[in-house]
């Protein structure tokens, strides 16, 4: 019997999602499966593809590919699945391998047309095996140190619209299924299933988009009412900024959900903002760690903290675009921001910072290569021109410094731009939040502003 078999059903329940990196190979796994056991309250494992499938099976997605690298992307795939199932028993190996077979078989119908044109449903479609490769061996993976592993196909439980490519779930029909068919499950065995992927109502796969696998541990805990959300990664947690920018940067033990927000929202790439908004709904404390060192600890993210100092971190977000608007008919009119943010919505363009003067509004949009957002230089830019003057700019990143009570703190504006007063700032964005001052500088600076501020911010 599982040494993790629960007697209980009352007993704590944590949700547990690796990245990746943690299941990139037999090893990687294997770390995440000790996690597993050592806590009996880890009772759902969610689990992303195994580093590298998710990209070649984006590059398998895409137009002008031809048939043979598609065949080429497909054996790569089989050999990442493989180099991990042979070092379980014989016999779980051969089991194991027919069912990945099989599920490539699937993918192969699905990529190999001729046609190359790929609609969003069948986008959404090849996307998905990545995570049915990793849940499917995951779970034996448990069962190789006495593990009660099992895989369960999420899609029975997340149900989302039919907006491919980026779903929307239906989280009280998710509350309902999870009840149904999941819980039960949770006191006898640990669950092993899937991230990023759900189903629509006409049983077709859907994918939730970017940061959806953390998104669906989250939605997942609160439906289970869990007691934790865990997020392994590659990183032994939340760092005060981006380690690679700056050796300086430590990691933070403890951090606010408010706090984490913020980071995650501009640009802090442990956490996708979306992963949040579940487990603040219900106050579920998420800890971020490191699955290759679990054993150095990692950053809890909870309602309140014991310390809420000035300064917790500096986000920096590339691949910034500004967009400035002008037009005399601006003063003292009314109606002219409406107009133009719904040209903005009528494209689904999501506006992030804004400032406003008597006659002209500056905008900034994430705009990462390849991006939705990446319509902003065309389409859109001609419709705004029938109503003003429009000057569009790229090559900037968006500094953010997160922290508390910065709308009311005296000296924060001297503290930060006195550090930084060989640069030129580009646009201010201060006192919609307490918890952030952003603003925008060149991409080429962008490294030297934060190195700079971290080293006078965080002595």
């Known amino acids: 019997m599982s040494t993790l078999d629960l007697e209980q059903n009352n007993s704590p329940l944590t949700v547990a999602k690796f990245g990746g990196t943690s299941v990139a190979d037999f090893q990687a796994m294997l770390r995440c499966a000790h996690i597993i056991k050592k806590d009996t309250s880890n009772r759902l494992v969610v ?10 099976l984006v590059r398998l997605s895409q137009e002008n590919i031809s048939i043979q690298e598609q065949k080429d992307i497909i054996a790569n795939i089989r050999t990442i699945q493989l180099n991990i199932t042979q ?4 016999d779980v190996e051969q089991a194991l391998n027919s069912e990945i077979e099989v599920l490539l078989e699937q993918l192969s119908s699905h990529a190999l047309i001729q046609s190359q044109q790929y609609s969003v449903k069948q986008v959404d479609a090849i996307l998905s095996f990545g995570e049915q490769f990793s849940s499917r061996v995951f779970a034996q993976v448990l069962q190789s140190i006495d593990v009660n592993g099992a895989y369960f196909n999420v899609q029975q439980v997340m149900k989302t619209n039919s907006l491919y490519g980026k779903a929307v779930v239906d989280i009280e029909q998710l509350s ?25 109502g006409l049983g077709e796969t859907t994918t939730l988009g970017r940061g959806g696998s953390d998104y669906s541990a989250a939605l997942l805990a609160e439906a289970l009412n869990a007691s934790d959300l865990a997020i392994w990664t590659d990183v032994v947690g939340i760092f005060t900024t981006d380690p690679r920018i700056t050796e300086q940067a430590r990691a933070i033990k403890e951090i606010s959900f408010g706090e984490a927000a913020e980071m995650a929202t501009f640009g802090a790439k442990i956490l996708h903002p979306a992963t949040l908004i579940p487990a603040m709904r219900h106050n579920i404390p998420v800890f971020v760690g490191s699955s290759k060192e679990p054993e150095k600890g990692g950053t809890q993210i909870k309602q309140s903290v014991a310390s809420n100092p000035t300064y917790r971190s500096i986000a920096l977000r590339r691949e910034q675009t500004l967009v400035t608007v002008k037009s005399p008919a601006m003063l003292h009119a009314s109606g002219f921001l409406a107009k ?28 990462p290569s390849g991006s939705t957002q990446a319509l902003l230089t065309s389409t859109v830019v001609q419709e705004l021109e029938q109503l003003c003057e429009v ?7 968006l500094v953010a410094v997160i922290g508390n009570g910065l709308d009311c703190a005296k000296g924060i504006g001297q503290s930060i731009f006195q550090a930084i007063n060989d640069i030129n700032i580009r646009l201010i964005c201060h006192g919609a939040s307490a918890n952030n001052l952003c603003f925008l500088v060149s991409e080429k600076d962008a490294n030297h502003v934060v190195e700079k501020l971290h080293s006078e911010l965080f002595v």
């Open 340 to 367: 133009v943010f719904g040209i903005l919505a009528k494209h689904e363009l999501s506006v992030d910072l804004i400032t406003t003067s008597e006659i002209s509004v500056a905008l900034t949009f994430d705009n």
């Open 87 to 90: 070092h379980l028993a014989a």
């Open 176 to 200: 309902k299924a999870c009840t149904a068919f999941l819980a039960p499950k949770l006191s006898q065995q640990v669950i092993v299933t899937q991230g990023f992927i759900g189903q629509d």
């Open 47 to 56: 689990v992303s593809a195994s580093a590298g499938v998710t990209n070649y």
């Open 391 to 397: 000057t569009v700019e790229h090559g900037l990143s």
